[in-house]
């Protein structure tokens, strides 16, 4: 996919049609959420048109129409993902909720003092606070896989850490703030050897490349709708059969319920017994149209177009003086963001003179302080590229990071 290619595809996002400050409009953070494609926005009005009715329950054609294309978006995911069977797939808020369901109604109930969560230094705090929290609760510790300098893991400490008293890994597929690619099917097989669970946050990953939950051989794995080109208020945790079966609900009534007694109740199995009350309908059937639109241009050939533009991105941030640039190089395999710092400029200060240039990056922590204490820096800025993004955006941010160090002097 070229920069013709890519400006093509940018015709099918119309908010990147409009100006920012007068300027045409460089959206550099899709790490933190995408722009959405005319098909998602079409599918989304559509339904609360034609198809706006609460599922599962109603007998009459709305809620069954309702129903069928929200099941629909279910059985989309599962295949976009390599599952064998929606029955896989609970939809959730966002990675964030899913983190959480497993932490708390997974992990909670089996961990006692003594056990061990294994996770690193690097994560989102969507994946770090849950677990801390039921390390409180239940007298397991957390444990932190060390990182090399580069921000790739110690695999070698890593073997040591996951050792007989580890119940649980979890991790990111991909650091949002490092970039780092870690090792995922390589972390199963050290988990699954002394009989612990791998838990993947694949918030960064499943926008941008092809996620096999069967070729990670992950137990769970959650992501977002709202970064990978769908709605807001949808996220999604796909785990093993067995692991959802044996998943506690962490909220009660409606949809959930199989059987009702006066003093005691039962629940159906997973997926459903995950998902109390009214679900995200009209949301997960958009990300049901995201998936169908990624899968329409290919996720290899995302995967590809994106990357060569993020080490175009490197490459020229590179040569600006003065420029600190976090994770790995591009001579090693890396998510589709940059961090970075220019002089002794604040990141804020930085994203404020490139959004008066009409571009949006993300400043400051990135929801991971420990991050930026092994950094020994107290924020960054962060850009962050998606399929939409043409080397022109790039030319852009680095006449900004220009405009700024002329600003600071730096």
Not at 139 to 154: M, Y
Not at 233 to 239: A, F, K, Q, R, S
Request: a neutral charge.
């Amino acid at each position: 996919m070229n920069d013709p290619d890519r400006r093509v595809l940018r015709d099918d996002f119309p908010l990147l049609a409009r100006s920012s400050h007068g300027k045409p409009l460089v959206y550099l953070d899709s790490a933190a959420t995408s722009q959405k494609p005319q098909l998602v926005l079409d599918t989304l009005d559509r339904c609360y048109r034609l198809h706006n009715a609460n599922v599962h329950r109603g007998v009459y054609e709305l809620a069954a129409e309702a129903t069928d294309l929200y099941e629909a978006a279910r059985e989309k995911t599962a295949r976009f993902l390599g599952a064998p069977s929606g029955q896989q797939i609970v939809f959730t808020r966002g990675t964030t909720e899913s983190l959480n369901l497993v932490a708390f109604g997974y992990a909670m109930p089996r961990l006692q003092p003594g056990d061990e969560i294994v996770t690193t230094l690097a994560e989102h705090h969507s994946n770090l606070v849950p677990w801390q929290q039921v390390a409180k609760r239940t007298g397991a510790r957390l444990t932190f896989l060390p990182l090399l300098p580069d921000g790739t893991l110690d695999l070698e400490a890593a073997e040591k850490k996951i050792n007989p008293r580890t119940k649980l890994v979890t991790i990111a597929h991909v650091s949002n703030v490092l970039g780092t690619v870690h090792p995922i099917r390589r972390l199963a097989d050290l988990a699954h050897r002394v009989g612990a669970a791998l838990v993947v946050d694949a918030a960064q990953s499943v926008p941008q490349r092809l996620v096999d939950v069967m070729a990670l051989d992950c137990d769970f794995l959650a992501f977002s709708g709202h970064k990978a080109y769908g709605p807001t208020g949808v996220g999604v945790l796909y785990g093993k059969r067995e692991m959802l079966q044996r998943t506690d609900p962490l909220l009660f009534g409606g949809e959930m319920i199989d059987r009702v007694e006066l003093t005691d109740s039962t629940w159906k199995d997973a997926p459903w017994k995950l998902e109390a009350g009214t679900p995200p309908i009209l949301q997960a059937i958009g990300l049901g149209a995201a998936l169908d639109y990624l899968s329409g241009i290919g996720m290899d050939r995302i995967h590809r177009a994106v990357q060569d533009l993020t080490r175009y991105a490197y490459v020229s941030l590179a040569d600006l003086e003065g420029i600190s640039l976090y994770g790995p190089g591009p001579g090693t395999e890396r998510g589709d963001l940059l961090t970075f710092n220019l002089g002794d400029i604040h990141p804020h200060d930085i994203a404020t003179v490139l959004d008066s240039e009409g571009i949006a990056v993300r400043a400051g922590h990135h929801c991971c302080q420990q991050a930026m204490r092994w950094l020994g820096v107290p924020a960054t800025v962060r850009a962050s590229f998606a399929l939409y993004n043409t080397r022109a955006d790039v030319d852009r941010l680095v006449d900004g990071l220009r405009k700024a160090k002329e600003l600071f002097q730096a």
